[in-house]
């Protein structure tokens, strides 16, 4: 039988599974995540498996997320929205109906359970306190007023100046309790083994503008002053208090205010009355973070540590060369070991006090599945969620380790199309620029492939999960060895595929959509370009984004001092040199890469009268659509993308669509063809 290529309408069949949760009973509590078409709406429900069993729905709502078992293993909390706000439930895991343990807010991040299973500490929105917010709004208006930085988030849109705070409240029900207060949010509590107190990660006392945070720890009563253990060294969070209640453990880096990426994020640990700060894996030289781009869940993602039952090793994400996996630190930060990886990104887990260990990976061919490994090291998958795709034609990638002209070894990844003789291709280059493409499922590059389309993609220096040297080789020099490293791998998939050299397109978003606007005003190697929620204007970028202050270091350029260097490596500055045809994709509530960065883009060049400009903006998400996005949105950015290289690269059976208005968001040809 023939297998269909990927559409974009699959996204409404994409069933992913997340945050897998182990039972002592043997049991995996996970979320569940499938895009409904009607109400155009993630929904979010939470299922149960075991090794050897089909998994099946445990709760029946459609937002709820954030499955925690109780220690006891007695019952399932988790928040969910059914209507009137979002409540912490409870759940028997012998079975029984679920009961609201909370009050109503309009977030709740996080919640971990007390040893004694009989409170939980959770974060959640606080009502405003305005003697000491930075923010004010007018609800009847939407008017804000504004006393300081940060004012907007691209993950929440324009805030309120109300802050998430830690609260605790008892399972057997009773007055929940307010424990922290002030103008900073509160992330990842985690209890000490006596449940006598509480650690936590918080930015008190930092300038506005920086992004150090400390770990505090509290007793679990209103009013309590909490104890500062860090020494604002650098961003730190997501504690764990070791068993025997000596130390926390915790992710960071001692690298003072850097958020962007050149530093890895290491393992640390402090003893937990005070004291030094040591790092685990500093000479492991990667990142204790998945650092791993798809276009099926959110960017990246962190975890706690998770301690032994003898507190021998800690248990952690490491991310390397494109993947990602579970790692084992001793204590001492002496050795390490890889407990779960291969060529996959190992993206969430839990662990048993027995060593048992349920996971959540995805690769090149699976979306995302949870598996178990037992304490013996054998590994057994869960969930089998997507069925439907060995009907799909899904391929695995080409990899190529090419070199550059000074030195260092990069990494390519190829995605040869059915047809794969003499073939139009696009080089894809990933966000961040600390990120990383590599073992992880993609829609968009298996669609193109399908279509005729292939597609190459790999790690310029920049990238996260090569070591510091390699993600730092940029700073001060966008635009320069990345941009050279983007041709070398170009130059490698010339060389290790059938690519026609006509028929090359450029995309990327993000730092990629930088990179292919830069790109396209300095070489003659594309045919077309598709530029997506780019930076475009360092100048503008650093007063508008969320926190695009972080460009200055990036780039070397100090915009108070006037900002030369950030308006002189601007691609805008050459952008009137780009003479082939350009797609440029933006969101209109894109805080991390305001929307004017691709304004000015498309306003120039339809100016210079280069006809084969076109816009396409979305409303409603931010600069996270692709991954996270509206699933309306979703599809019909990746209706244009495969558009417009259809129309400019001209792959072998497969028609363009008219040349007209709204003909970007058509279904492709085979969206037809395919019956769901």
């Known amino acids: 039988m023939n297998k269909t290529p990927l559409i974009p309408a699959d996204l409404y069949r994409l069933v992913l599974p997340s945050d897998p949760q182990c039972a002592s009973d043997g049991r995996i509590f996970f979320v569940v995540q499938t895009q ?39 019952h399932l909390a988790f928040v969910a929205d059914r209507g009137d706000g979002k409540k912490i439930y409870v759940m028997p895991l012998g079975g029984g109906e679920a009961r609201a343990l909370t009050p109503t807010y309009d977030a709740i991040v996080a919640l971990a359970w007390a040893p004694d299973a009989h409170r939980l500490a959770y974060v959640a929105t606080a009502p405003h306190e305005p003697a000491n917010a930075r923010i004010a709004l007018d609800e009847k208006s939407g008017a804000r007023h504004i006393r300081a930085l940060p004012f907007k988030s691209d993950d929440e849109g324009l805030l309120d100046g109300r802050r998430k705070h830690l609260f605790v409240c ?68 997501l504690p764990a208090f070791s068993h025997d209640g000596r130390e926390v453990a915790f992710v960071g880096h001692l690298h003072g205010d850097d958020i962007g990426g050149r ?17 685990l894996s500093a000479g492991v030289d990667r990142p204790v973070t998945d650092s791993i781009l798809c276009d099926v869940r959110g960017a990246g993602g962190q975890q706690a540590p998770i301690w032994s039952a003898g507190d021998t090793e800690l248990f952690i994400l490491l991310s390397s060369e494109g993947a990602c996996s579970i790692a084992s630190f001793a204590r001492d ?7 779960a990886g291969g060529e996959r990104d190992i993206y969430g887990f839990s662990r048993t006090s027995d060593g048992t260990i349920a996971f959540v990976y995805s690769s090149p061919l699976v979306p995302s599945e949870i598996a178990c490994l037992d304490p013996y090291g054998n590994e057994e998958r869960v969930t089998d969620c997507n069925p439907w795709l060995s009907e799909r034609s899904v391929r695995a990638p080409q990899r190529v380790r090419p070199q550059a002209d000074d030195g260092p070894q990069l990494d390519l990844f190829i995605l040869e199309p059915d047809r794969a003789e003499s073939a139009p291709y696009v080089l894809q280059v990933h966000g961040g620029p600390h990120y990383a493409y590599g073992f992880a499922f993609s829609l968009e590059f298996q669609m193109l492939a399908g279509h005729g389309i292939g597609v190459a993609y790999g790690h310029p220096r920049g990238s996260q999960s090569y070591g510091h040297a390699y993600a730092d080789a940029i700073t001060g020099d966008w635009g320069g060895r990345d941009a050279a490293d983007v041709l070398t791998l170009l130059d490698a998939a010339e060389k290790n595929a059938s690519i026609d050299k006509a028929r090359i397109g450029l995309a990327g978003g993000s730092y990629g959509g930088f990179m292919t606007t830069w790109l396209l005003g300095h070489s003659k190697r594309f045919a077309t370009g598709v530029s997506m929620r780019a930076v475009n204007d360092f100048v503008s970028e650093v007063g508008a984004a969320d926190f695009g202050w972080f460009l200055e270091r990036e780039i070397g350029g100090i915009w108070r001092d006037g900002g030369r260097k950030l308006f002189e490596n601007s691609p805008m500055r050459d952008a009137h040199k780009i003479d082939v045809p350009l797609l440029v994709e933006h969101s209109e509530r894109d805080y991390r890469c305001p929307i004017d960065q691709g304004e000015q883009l498309f306003t120039l060049l339809r100016r210079l009268g280069r006809k084969q400009t076109e816009f396409v903006r979305f409303s409603g998400d931010g600069h996270g659509l692709s991954r ?49």
């Open 263 to 279: 530093f890895n994020v290491e393992l640390l640990a402090i003893p937990s009355d005070g004291g030094a700060i040591r790092s």
């Open 170 to 237: 008892d399972l057997a029900g009773g007055e929940t309790r307010q424990i922290t207060a002030g103008d900073f949010d509160v992330g990842g509590p985690a209890w000490s083994p006596d449940a006598a107190r509480i650690a936590y990660a918080a930015q008190v006392g930092a300038a506005e503008d920086s992004f150090v945070s400390d770990i505090f720890i509290v007793t679990p009563e209103p009013g309590a002053t909490p104890v500062k253990l860090t020494n604002s060294a650098g961003p730190m969070q």
């Open 36 to 74: 409904d078409e009607p109400s155009d709406e993630s929904r979010t429900t939470i299922w149960s498996g075991r090794p050897g069993a089909t998994a099946s729905a445990f709760t029946s709502g459609t937002k709820d997320k954030l499955p925690r078992v109780a220690p006891d293993s007695a």
């Open 628 to 676: 996270t996005g509206k699933p309306r949105n979703r599809i019909l950015r990746l209706r244009a993308i495969a558009h417009w290289l259809i129309r400019h690269l001209k792959p072998q059976g497969v028609e363009p669509v008219p040349d007209e208005a709204g003909a970007l968001f058509k279904p492709l040809s085979t969206e037809a063809q395919v019956s769901a």
């Open 333 to 339: 930060g002496s050795t390490h070991h890889v407990v």
